[in-house]
């Protein structure tokens, strides 16, 4: 059972930066497709991000409001994704998950792509 863990999440004022970082246990992380989303309060969760497993050659994909200003990437040797963040804005305020799983491409941007869940780490950009 992969078990993820999220940390980095706080307060943060608009402008400014936050790195999430994801670690994962009890799985083969790098055959995995690792992906961030995020749900804000009375709202649907949604994809921010994708990293597809070295075999799928790495490739990264982004939401569009996501994207020029987060970069997510992965570490196979520590078993670790991050997203880092730049510039945020008050409406990046969410909860943000930390998911793997082996999405199809038409998939990936989905929450049903992805097995495997974190408990999500909290966001809050501030003015």
């Known amino acids: 059972q992969v078990q993820l863990v999220e940390s980095g999440g706080g307060l943060v004022q608009a402008g400014g930066s936050l790195r999430l970082s994801c670690v994962a246990s009890g799985g083969t992380f790098s055959a995995y497709t690792m992906g961030w989303f995020r749900q804000a309060p009375g709202e649907e969760r949604e994809f921010v991000a994708a990293?597809?497993?070295?075999?799928?050659?790495?490739?990264?994909y982004y939401a569009d409001s996501a994207k020029g200003r987060f970069t997510i990437s992965r570490d196979n040797a520590k078993n670790t994704q991050y997203l880092q963040m730049n510039s945020l804005k008050l409406e990046d305020t969410a909860v943000y998950y930390c998911?793997?799983?082996?999405?199809?491409?038409?998939?990936?941007?989905?929450?049903?792509?992805?097995?495997?869940w974190g408990q999500g780490t909290l966001v809050t950009v501030s003015s």
């Open positions: 998911a793997a799983g082996v999405p199809i491409l038409s998939a990936l941007h989905t929450s049903q792509g992805y097995r495997h």
């Open positions: 990293v597809r497993a070295s075999g799928g050659g790495g490739r990264t």
